[in-house]
T-cell receptor, first 116, second 115 residues
């Protein structure tokens, strides 16, 4: 199946700094990617839809100025957590649909963010 | 409000036992339904999906699920589990009016299969 990678897999940052997380579709192109957040022992919550060449669509309650999304190419979407705070510590997962397999969603391995 | 609920958060069973995980959703319209699995240290993977047609859906690794529209349910089953089925299982829903790929997930069920 298709492969989606994320980088880094794990990051620790200090409060007030910004962190960028990359999501790449390695063997297919994705005009749309999705960013999820997962708290310990909880479900994945959709944060936003990343659209190649246009603005991201954010879910209700997600601060777009805090979670900046850029989908600059057909294989790369980035999520930047700006002015991070400890409550932003979480597991961030991206996914991308592959039209070759009827738009089945392929998920990245996730990025563990810890803000100290 | 739209929601997806999974009945069990943690299930422990022995090899060769049968497994059934419950999933109920609350949506006003037509939905696409999914079960995903996440093995320890790995990505989420699709087990099976239902869009339309036969409500009994067969997936990979011997899993199947049944869509019961009247009960808003999409329960996952496997007749005989193996130790390698130890994983976390997520039910997910895509409402037909939403953009494709926009999924709402249940809380997940951690399944532990003992030898």
């Amino acid at each position: 199946g298709a492969v989606v990678s994320q980088h880094p897999s794990w990051v620790i940052c200090k409060s007030g700094t910004s962190v960028k997380i990359e999501c790449r579709s390695l063997d297919f192109q994705a005009t749309t990617m999705f960013w999820y957040r997962q708290f310990p022992k909880q479900s994945l919550m959709l944060m936003a839809t990343s659209n190649e060449g246009s603005k991201a669509t954010y879910e209700q309650g997600v601060e777009k100025d805090k979670f900046l999304i850029n989908h600059a190419s057909l294989t790369l979407s980035t999520l930047t957590v700006t002015s991070a705070h400890p409550e932003d510590s979480s597991f961030y997962i991206c996914s991308a649909p592959d039209r070759r397999s009827s738009y089945e969603q392929y998920f990245g391995p996730g990025t563990r963010l810890t803000v100290t | 409000a739209q929601s997806v609920s999974q009945h069990n958060h943690h299930v422990i069973l022995s090899e060769a036992a049968s497994l059934e995980l419950g999933c109920n959703y609350s949506y006003g319209g037509t939905v696409n339904l999914f079960w995903y699995v996440q093995y320890p240290g790995q990505h989420l993977q699709l087990l099976l999906k239902y869009f339309s047609g036969d409500p009994l859906v067969k997936g990979i690794k011997g899993f199947e699920a049944e869509f019961i529209k009247s009960k808003f349910s999409f329960n996952l089953r496997k007749p005989s589990v193996q130790w390698s089925d130890t994983a976390e299982y997520f039910c997910a829903v895509n409402a037909r009016g939403d953009s494709w790929g926009k999924l709402q997930f249940g809380a997940g069920t951690q399944v532990v299969v003992t030898p």
